[in-house]
């Protein structure tokens, strides 16, 4: 069927867009709109003056841009259903975070809804064969990432600040415990088990950094608290899942708005720190490098993108202190960004 002709608001967007750099067609605008990134034509104009409203056409440039880099639009437009914030808005946004998790397990062979429940010795041998599944014949889905850059900073003669924590969640160490937890939760994994792994995977070893993570454990126990069953995979992925699918919808719409924002800071600056090392170092100075970038849950090198950003919404719902430290760190990625360029 012929695609009707484009109307005259939609024509007043492409050229208020254009004014700002950037090229859009109708047929963009209009797909944009079936995905709720873009409001209906009927919300784009100002009632008093007629006119476009600014916001409406900042949104339509920022899509365009996206568009332009050659990237999908992906978990950016995660962002603009957290604004709108709609029943319909709010609905997908869920969907789009639930699916995102869900994916590299399905690939994997994973279905959630078939893990086995309970502390039944049946139970527990078949999740103890499917987090052996989850990684079988598969390549490590991100490099030292960590690793790397302090390679090359050195070999340019640039110190970084010191490593708080391992360099690579998926180093081998962690693969069999870490999988253990993930499907059956703080019952298939001892606290002991997963702290020698996270010692082996550590640069140097850092005992002293394990050995103070056993004596909080330990005196916490003493004092009646299993710290490692409140943590937030104590009751593995579908805990996680459970976090997403009930969390309250304005709750939701903040945790991505925040997460999504701090992850297209981080996109941009990254590419920045290749003319201005600085940038790295102030990054890397700041604690949630190790709590956000180094875990994999910001989108860069290796890591699925949607993947990475559903892994912040959810520690985002599930500890606050870690959602304030990232409106923290989001406010220095703001202050990085806008300093000029070295000479």
């Given amino acids: ?35 709720l990134w873009l409001p209906r034509t009927t919300e784009w104009t100002d009632p008093g003056t007629g006119g476009l409203r600014p916001e409406i056409v900042r949104r339509a440039a920022a899509l365009a841009g996206i568009s332009k880099t050659g990237r999908k639009i992906s978990w950016f437009g995660w962002g603009f259903w957290a604004i709108d914030a709609t029943p319909e808005s709010t609905a997908r946004l869920r969907a789009a975070v639930t699916d995102a998790f ?58 970084l600040p010191p490593s708080r924590s391992v360099s690579n969640i998926f180093h081998p160490a962690l693969i069999g415990p870490g999988g253990r937890l993930m499907l059956g ?18 640069p140097g070893g850092n005992s002293e950094m394990v050995e103070q993570i056993r004596t909080v454990q330990r005196e916490a126990a003493l004092a009646g608290d299993d710290l490692f069953a409140q943590s937030p995979l104590a009751d593995g992925l579908p805990g996680l899942m459970r976090t997403v699918r009930e969390a309250d919808g304005e709750r939701l719409c903040t945790a991505v708005l925040a997460c999504t924002k701090a992850s297209a800071a981080l996109t941009v600056l990254l590419p920045r720190m290749v003319t201005d090392p600085e940038i790295l170092r102030a990054l890397m100075a700041d604690e949630m490098w190790d709590q956000w970038v180094r875990v994999g849950f910001a989108p860069v090198l290796g890591v699925s993108g949607e993947a990475a950003v559903s892994m912040s919404v959810i520690q985002h719902l599930l500890m606050p202190e870690w959602a304030e430290a990232l409106e923290r760190y989001q406010t220095l990625m703001g202050t990085l960004l806008t300093q000029p360029a070295p000479v």
Wanted: aromatic share 10%.
């Fill in 1 to 35: 069927m012929a695609r009707t002709k484009p109307s005259a608001l939609e024509l007043a967007m492409v050229a208020a867009v254009g004014v700002h750099g950037f090229t859009v067609s109708p047929t963009q605008l209009e797909r944009w709109r079936s995905q």
């Fill in 102 to 159: 869900e994916r590299p397990f399905r690939t994997a062979g994973i279905d959630f809804g078939q893990i086995p429940q309970g502390d039944s010795d049946e139970a527990f041998e078949a999740r103890q064969e499917m987090a052996a599944r989850l990684f079988r014949n598969q390549h490590c889905p991100r490099r030292d990432f960590d690793g790397a850059l302090r390679a090359n900073a050195a070999g340019a003669g640039f110190e």
């Fill in 185 to 202: 939760g703080a019952q298939d994994v001892g606290f002991d088990e997963l702290a020698e792994a996270w010692e082996a995977a550590t």
